[in-house]
């Protein structure tokens, strides 16, 4: 039976990287939802883009995607292991939503959409090598696990 090695690594940063980007990437989504639902008014599309819906629609979908990203960022932040796949599902929905959403505010979507990569990339290398997993966020109990 060998050792276990508690020495974190270096994508444990990335990690804690991709949990913050997530709680700032959810309250972007969700601010953007409410500038849909309040001022429908301030994005600009022209005739010839194609908009399926109303922004005010378009707002509530971003503010429930903004603050179902945000808590996936909670529980990625807690060290939740379910919380990895999630993030990058829920990471990779919001870029596909930003991707629908360039024509009416470029500057927005393209930052959001660069969020989405990095934290995608940050969440789905990490699993090639072992990550630190803090399992009681309010003791310093650490194991590592891998998540192959």
Request: net charge positive.
């Given at each position: 039976?060998?050792?276990?090695?508690?020495?974190?690594?270096?994508?444990?940063?990335?990690?804690?990287?991709?949990?913050?980007?997530?709680?700032?990437?959810?309250?972007?989504?969700?601010i953007n939802g409410l500038v849909g639902i309040f001022k429908?008014?301030?994005?600009?599309?022209?005739?010839?883009?194609?908009?399926?819906?109303?922004?005010?629609?378009?707002?509530?979908?971003?503010?429930?995607?903004?603050?179902?990203?945000?808590?996936?960022?909670?529980?990625?932040?807690?060290?939740?292991?379910w919380a990895k796949v999630v993030a990058v599902f829920l990471?990779?929905?919001?870029?596909?939503?930003?991707?629908?959403?360039?024509?009416?505010?470029?500057?927005?979507?393209?930052?959001?959409?660069?969020?989405?990569?990095?934290?995608?990339?940050?969440?789905?290398?990490?699993?090639?090598?072992?990550?630190?997993?803090?399992?009681?966020?309010?003791?310093?109990?650490?194991?590592?696990?891998?998540?192959?």
């Amino acid at each position: 039976m060998s050792a276990q090695n508690n020495t974190p690594t270096g994508w444990v940063g990335w990690a804690y990287f991709a949990s913050i980007m997530m709680l700032v990437m959810g309250a972007l989504q969700a601010i953007n939802g409410l500038v849909g639902i309040f001022k429908g008014s301030y994005y600009l599309v022209s005739s010839t883009h194609i908009v399926a819906f109303d922004f005010r629609t378009w707002g509530w979908i971003n503010l429930i995607l903004g603050i179902v990203i945000f808590m996936a960022g909670l529980e990625l932040l807690r060290g939740a292991t379910w919380a990895k796949v999630v993030a990058v599902f829920l990471a990779g929905l919001s870029l596909i939503a930003n991707m629908a959403f360039i024509n009416a505010y470029p500057l927005w979507s393209i930052l959001m959409i660069v969020i989405d990569a990095l934290i995608i990339y940050a969440l789905t290398e990490s699993y090639k090598t072992p990550v630190l997993i803090w399992l009681y966020p309010t003791s310093r109990h650490f194991i590592t696990a891998r998540l192959s």
